[in-house]
């Protein structure tokens, strides 16, 4: 492992050294890859053949050795201007970042959503025009900005100012109940109890609500056929997920 700390900057280059050779592929960026979406996103980017580099940048490193993986732990995330030399030559982005608006006042859920993601990603889409976004939303986001729930408001608000963006395509995804799989673990001690509780449901759940539910492993490959084909649609539901996931 190769790393230097600067500024508040640990730049962790290579995982396992890979002999110095040239990697090719989809190169990618994935914020976000400690939490348990990101975690999924990031297994699938591993074991993808098409994909050659995954830079994740967090506030924490993500405890994995792999010969495809780059590491960024950034303590402020706001501030991409002492790393903006590491962000270009990428073609997709994976944005898997997000706060719980529970208990959070809607300044404060704003400022960590709405002004946090389009802060990044503005200066990813000035580095690399020619990249795919993708965006973890949520079920329920109000595309209109004017409903009842805040969270759906912000996510709202911040869906539409990501797809005028320009980035070659955007996409968000909305997924509803995601169920863990391979060992994928939340950092959040009563979402684990619930999904312990949920994992031997999890094959009744899809029978019965095909729409709502999908997995960490379907959000993640299908995050990736989309940055690689493309698809029709540019916000994408749970149904639509797992179809590209499995099509």
């Given at each position: 492992?190769?790393?230097?700390?600067?500024?508040?900057?640990?730049?962790?280059?290579?995982a396992?050294p890979?002999?110095?050779?040239?990697?090719?592929?989809v190169k990618?960026?994935?914020?976000?890859?400690?939490?348990?979406?990101?975690q999924?996103?990031?297994?699938?980017?591993?074991l993808?053949?098409d994909?050659?580099?995954?830079?994740?940048?967090?506030?924490s490193?993500?405890?994995?050795?792999?010969e495809?993986?780059?590491?960024?732990?950034?303590?402020?995330?706001?501030?991409?201007?002492?790393?903006?030399s590491?962000?270009s030559?990428y073609?997709?982005?994976f944005?898997?970042l997000?706060?719980?608006?529970?208990?959070?006042?809607?300044?404060?859920?704003y400022?960590?959503?709405?002004?946090?993601?389009?802060s990044?990603?503005?200066?990813?889409?000035k580095?690399n025009?020619?990249?795919?976004?993708?965006?973890?939303?949520?079920?329920?986001?109000?595309?209109?900005?004017?409903?009842?729930?805040?969270?759906?408001?912000?996510?709202?608000?911040?869906?539409?100012?990501?797809?005028?963006m320009?980035?070659?395509a955007?996409?968000?995804?909305?997924?509803?109940y995601?169920?863990p799989?391979?060992?994928?673990?939340t950092?959040?001690?009563?979402?684990?109890?619930?999904?312990?509780?949920?994992?031997?449901?999890?094959?009744?759940w899809k029978?019965?609500?095909?729409?709502?539910?999908?997995t960490?492993?379907?959000?993640g490959?299908?995050?990736l056929?989309v940055a690689?084909?493309?698809?029709?649609?540019?916000?994408?539901?749970?149904?639509e997920?797992?179809?590209?996931?499995?099509?």
């Amino acid at each position: 492992m190769i790393a230097a700390e600067d500024r508040g900057v640990a730049f962790v280059v290579s995982a396992v050294p890979d002999s110095g050779r040239r990697r090719t592929g989809v190169k990618v960026i994935l914020f976000g890859a400690t939490g348990m979406v990101g975690q999924g996103v990031l297994r699938e980017c591993l074991l993808d053949p098409d994909v050659g580099i995954v830079l994740a940048i967090g506030r924490s490193k993500t405890g994995q050795r792999h010969e495809k993986l780059r590491e960024i732990v950034l303590a402020d995330l706001a501030d991409l201007s002492g790393i903006e030399s590491e962000l270009s030559g990428y073609d997709a982005f994976f944005f898997c970042l997000g706060v719980s608006s529970v208990g959070m006042d809607e300044k404060t859920y704003y400022r960590l959503t709405y002004e946090l993601t389009t802060s990044i990603a503005a200066t990813l889409a000035k580095l690399n025009p020619g990249m795919t976004f993708v965006y973890v939303s949520g079920t329920g986001t109000d595309s209109s900005e004017h409903g009842r729930a805040m969270w759906a408001r912000v996510k709202g608000k911040t869906e539409n100012a990501l797809l005028k963006m320009p980035f070659k395509a955007a996409f968000m995804f909305r997924p509803g109940y995601i169920q863990p799989l391979h060992g994928i673990r939340t950092k959040t001690r009563w979402y684990g109890a619930m999904y312990a509780v949920m994992a031997p449901l999890y094959p009744l759940w899809k029978l019965l609500f095909p729409k709502y539910v999908t997995t960490t492993e379907c959000v993640g490959r299908a995050m990736l056929k989309v940055a690689k084909q493309g698809t029709a649609k540019h916000v994408l539901e749970s149904s639509e997920i797992n179809r590209i996931c499995e099509g």
